[in-house]
């Protein structure tokens, strides 16, 4: 798997934990979108996509399934989110 291109757009409110939302294309085939930009206690790290569910919970609507896979995206994610700050 490629990630061929990642797009980010900024939140400019500067109390939010929310930094920006992102979009991530894999093998110039297959693009999500809403990907979150968080800032936690740890740093910044990504949320995939939710929709809440009739109980009232949130679920990811995509994600990935193994750990190689998360850390790809976030990491290219992450990358262009600083890319992004530093221009």
Do not use: C, W
Request: charged content about 30%.
């Amino acid at each position: 798997m490629n990630i061929t291109d990642v797009r980010i757009k900024v939140v400019a409110k500067e109390d939010s934990k929310l930094k920006a939302i992102a979009s991530f294309t894999i093998d110039d085939a297959f693009v999500v979108h809403d990907v979150k930009v968080l800032e936690g206690n740890n740093g910044l790290y990504i949320k995939m996509p939710q929709r809440q569910s009739p109980s009232g919970d949130y679920r990811d609507i995509v994600h990935p399934i193994n750990t190689e896979t998360r850390e790809q995206i976030s990491s290219a994610v992450l990358s262009a989110y600083e890319k992004e700050q530093n221009s």
